[in-house]
């Protein structure tokens, strides 16, 4: 299985300002090569998966809503409540009727800051169809 690369700590100019593909709000099921931005508001579970990895579940957030945002191996381990952080090529599907945002394989996870972020705690359904 491939690893997923390690956080990165990308120059702040770089990123900090850049705007994402997606807002939370807008993310559906289904949706494939996302730039996203958002707060880690809280870490809810720490799973061991039958291939040796971990995966790792948090609800996170941006300005318009929250959603369930899952990380595998280590990068899951090393993200905390308050870290805000830019992740490129991630995708979103259902799991039990729960709209779930995953970072892709080939996609990066940038650290760009910690705390200070607006967000909206208004959890995303989503709508199977």
Do not use: W
């Not at 299985?1 to 702040?12: S, Y």
């Amino acid at each position: 299985m491939e690893k997923h690369t390690m956080i990165e700590q990308p120059k702040r100019e770089d990123i900090f300002h850049k705007k994402p593909s997606k807002e939370l709000k807008d993310i559906k099921h289904g949706d494939k090569k996302l730039e996203v931005k958002f707060i880690i508001l809280e870490k809810t579970a720490s799973i061991p998966l039958k291939n040796s990895d971990l995966l790792t579940q948090f609800l996170v957030a941006d300005e318009t809503a929250s959603i369930r945002c899952n990380f595998f191996g280590e990068i899951g381990a090393d993200l905390q409540p308050g870290d805000i952080i830019y992740m490129n090529e991630a995708y979103a599907t259902t799991y039990k009727n729960m709209l779930i945002l995953y970072q892709g394989k080939k996609g990066k996870v940038h650290r760009i800051g910690d705390f200070f972020f607006n967000f909206d705690e208004t959890l995303l359904k989503s709508k199977v169809q």
